[in-house]
């Protein structure tokens, strides 16, 4: 599974060499350090923005993404984008907002593309889907926003059944939005997943009680990269119906969605 760390981290130019080798999730709402992240990267997707705008308020900029996209998609490291799509709407909005796309950018860029199924919305969007693009990508939303909850266990479980064949093979490419817990993505075959998490707390203090506590912010980087990296996720989606045991970890080593 490919480990995607959001960015940029916080601490400066230094820091983001933390993403040397590595695989970087670059959302339109921030592109500070974008090109040396770029330049010192394995790979990198980008990510539109979108709940980004919406938290704050603010109108989504579709035709600037549609620009930059344009810009950066034949890069030899590029590997995918998150198609636009509408955070607080049901799935009707989702498709009036991927049509909008398509009539914006040309089929090379289309292609490239992921989708969004949010899990509010109807199974049966999921299913056709499926049938249409090479890779999905699932977002908590709705009554299901919070991830690891009892419902969103079940939730995913019956995106999960469409998702894969009859022996648990995923039938298309699947990315996990703010899933790049392993906790959580250690129960799926996703392809890929993502979250902010590194970005967010390796500045911060109060997570480092132990033996071993980083100098720097890019050291702190580097160790929790480090431990998110060194599981993966399923081959196959075994259906058990039921949240894994939750595994009880130091403050030093917490990961954190």
């Not at 203090?205 to 720097?216: E, F, H, I, L, M």
């Not at 480090?226 to 080593?253: M, V, Y």
């Given at each position: 599974?490919?480990?995607?760390?959001?960015?940029?981290?916080?601490?400066?130019?230094?820091?983001?060499?933390?993403?040397?080798?590595?695989?970087?999730?670059?959302?339109?709402?921030?592109?500070?350090?974008?090109?040396?992240?770029?330049?010192?990267?394995?790979?990198?997707?980008?990510?539109?923005?979108?709940?980004?705008?919406?938290?704050?308020?603010?109108?989504?900029?579709?035709?600037?993404?549609?620009?930059?996209?344009?810009?950066?998609?034949?890069?030899?490291?590029?590997?995918?984008?998150?198609?636009?799509?509408?955070?607080?709407?049901?799935?009707?909005?989702?498709?009036?907002?991927?049509?909008?796309?398509?009539?914006?950018?040309?089929?090379?860029?289309?292609?490239?593309?992921?989708?969004?199924?949010?899990?509010?919305?109807?199974?049966?969007?999921?299913?056709?889907?499926?049938?249409?693009?090479?890779?999905?990508?699932?977002?908590?939303?709705?009554?299901?926003?919070?991830?690891?909850?009892?419902?969103?266990?079940?939730?995913?479980?019956?995106?999960?059944?469409?998702?894969?064949d009859d022996q648990g093979r995923?039938?298309?490419?699947?990315?996990?939005?703010?899933?790049?817990?392993?906790?959580?993505?250690?129960?799926?075959?996703?392809?890929?997943?993502?979250?902010?998490?590194?970005?967010?707390?390796?500045?911060?203090?109060a997570r480092w009680k132990g033996?071993?506590?980083?100098?720097?912010?890019?050291?702190?980087?580097?160790?929790?990269?480090?431990?998110i990296e060194a599981h993966a996720?399923?081959?196959?989606?075994?259906?058990?119906?039921?949240?894994?045991?939750?595994?009880?970890?130091?403050?030093?080593?917490?990961?954190?969605?």
């Amino acid at each position: 599974m490919i480990h995607y760390h959001g960015c940029p981290l916080s601490g400066g130019t230094f820091t983001q060499l933390a993403y040397t080798g590595r695989h970087a999730m670059i959302s339109y709402s921030c592109l500070d350090n974008m090109e040396l992240i770029v330049e010192v990267c394995q790979s990198f997707c980008f990510d539109n923005g979108a709940f980004t705008a919406w938290k704050s308020n603010q109108p989504f900029d579709i035709e600037g993404f549609a620009e930059w996209v344009n810009i950066w998609h034949r890069h030899p490291a590029f590997d995918f984008y998150v198609i636009p799509d509408a955070i607080d709407g049901d799935h009707h909005d989702n498709q009036k907002m991927r049509a909008q796309w398509f009539n914006l950018v040309d089929s090379d860029i289309w292609k490239k593309g992921y989708p969004v199924w949010h899990l509010h919305e109807p199974l049966e969007v999921l299913q056709q889907m499926v049938v249409g693009w090479r890779g999905i990508a699932i977002g908590s939303s709705g009554q299901y926003s919070t991830i690891g909850t009892p419902d969103w266990w079940a939730r995913m479980s019956e995106a999960m059944n469409i998702l894969c064949d009859d022996q648990g093979r995923p039938l298309v490419k699947i990315h996990g939005l703010r899933m790049l817990d392993p906790t959580v993505f250690s129960q799926f075959p996703f392809a890929s997943s993502d979250s902010t998490n590194v970005a967010r707390h390796c500045g911060s203090d109060a997570r480092w009680k132990g033996a071993y506590v980083p100098p720097d912010k890019r050291t702190r980087a580097i160790v929790m990269m480090q431990r998110i990296e060194a599981h993966a996720s399923a081959a196959t989606w075994i259906n058990t119906k039921k949240a894994p045991a939750k595994r009880h970890l130091s403050s030093s080593r917490r990961v954190l969605i």
